[in-house]
């Protein structure tokens, strides 16, 4: 790895000092791990309905390798470019997902991608990072100009999300949007018993969309009543983590990537099981949580608003998406079709992922550089005081 000196003031220069290194070695592992996972696993898939073998390998190599440049350019953006990116996509991705509702594809009853050549894109996984940063500048922007009336109008861009949300119907999506809203606003100092008041209406919508979505009730009635419906996937992938034991059948012994239909996206998390086992199925979570945890550590150490509530936002929408991901695989809550970051097929999701970190990276970048610079400043200064002393 290359070693930038202290003296280069070239962009790479810059960026290579200032970006958390443990934070990018981890989204490099992910990326690693969703390269080995879909040689492993979307062969099989592929081979079932009809394609050539590699299809999914090498879509998703271009995903990776694509998310990865992402990442990285992203993150050299500063504060003020991190928030453009938040609101042009945010606009961007809030009309194209109001698109779907005329021109999307209907896939089980849902209207959630848009075709385009060669592949189709789902323009509601764009609206998770877009949302953290528009919401927490309009929080923050409140406590910097008297009566902006930030909250009515980041009230006002949850409810057109929502709305349009509900009417594809992606509750899944809906559920983490909220998620990342509650978030900020716990952190911005909304009153606690509000706070539990909001956690009440998601209860609330969640008993809601039990009785008027099909396929939510399904769901979990599957999983309430074990003995009733049907629990292929389920079971497969469990017998999956069984087969694997403390340290797996071998890479390409396992045998659940042959019977589940979502072996690739959304059961990819059992494949990692089967054939590598327990310790790196922990390791794996482990680089989740190690994600997560930096960043709401360096949030400790940070005054900005903006920077809190954004940082906040996206690392809730990251991680909640990984939990659910493997939770459900582990029949831990009810299944839900969310991607593994990084590491699930699907070129939308590794590119909303990248964006998000890619943020993620901008924002803790800044307050690193600021503080490097901060001490060099202050070590010039003592070294001027004490020569002319």
Not at 56 to 72: E, N, S
Not at 358 to 379: C, H, I, K, N, P
Request: overall charge positive; aromatic content about 8%; proline content about 3%.
């Amino acid at each position: 790895m290359a070693r930038f000196s202290r003296i280069d003031n070239s962009v790479l220069g810059r960026w290579w000092r200032s970006v958390d290194h443990v934070t990018l070695a981890c989204v490099g592992i992910l990326i690693g791990f969703g390269y080995i996972l879909m040689l492993a696993a979307s062969p099989a898939v592929a081979v079932r309905i009809g394609a050539s073998r590699n299809m999914f390998i090498f879509k998703q190599v271009f995903f990776l390798t694509l998310a990865g440049c992402v990442t990285i350019a992203v993150s050299m953006l500063s504060r003020k470019g991190v928030i453009r990116l938040g609101f042009i996509g945010g606009a961007i991705a809030i009309a194209a997902t109001a698109m779907t509702l005329v021109h999307g594809i209907e896939i089980k009853g849902a209207r959630r991608w848009i075709a385009l050549p060669m592949m189709s894109v789902q323009p509601s996984e764009f609206l998770k990072p877009c949302f953290a940063v528009m919401t927490a500048w309009l929080l923050a922007k409140r406590h910097e100009v008297r009566r902006f009336p930030g909250m009515l109008l980041a009230l006002a861009c949850y409810a057109v999300i929502l709305i349009l949300l509900k009417s594809q119907p992606d509750i899944g999506m809906l559920t983490v949007v909220s998620a990342v809203f509650l978030a900020q606003l716990f952190v911005d100092g909304l009153n606690l018993i509000l706070v539990a008041g909001g956690v009440g209406i998601m209860i609330a919508a969640g008993i809601a969309a039990f009785f008027l979505f099909p396929h939510v009730h399904s769901r979990v009635e599957r999983f309430l009543h074990p003995d009733v419906g049907d629990h292929y996937q389920i079971d497969t992938a469990l017998r999956a983590f069984g087969n694997g034991g403390l340290l797996g059948r071998g890479p390409g012994e396992g045998r659940v990537k042959d019977l589940l239909p979502d072996a690739h996206a959304d059961f990819v998390f059992a494949v990692a099981g089967e054939e590598y086992g327990l310790l790196i199925c922990l390791f794996i979570i482990a680089v989740f949580a190690t994600i997560v945890i930096r960043a709401l550590l360096r949030l400790l150490r940070d005054d900005d608003p903006f920077l809190i509530m954004a940082t906040a936002g996206l690392v809730t929408g990251f991680g909640l998406q990984a939990f659910v991901n493997m939770a459900s695989t582990l029949h831990l809550i009810p299944t839900k079709g969310m991607t593994l970051p990084f590491i699930s097929y699907g070129g939308s999701s590794a590119l909303s992922i990248s964006l998000a970190i890619g943020m993620v990276l901008a924002l803790t970048r800044q307050r690193v550089g600021q503080s490097r610079l901060s001490r060099s400043l202050t070590e010039t200064t003592r070294g001027t005081w004490k020569t002319a002393t």
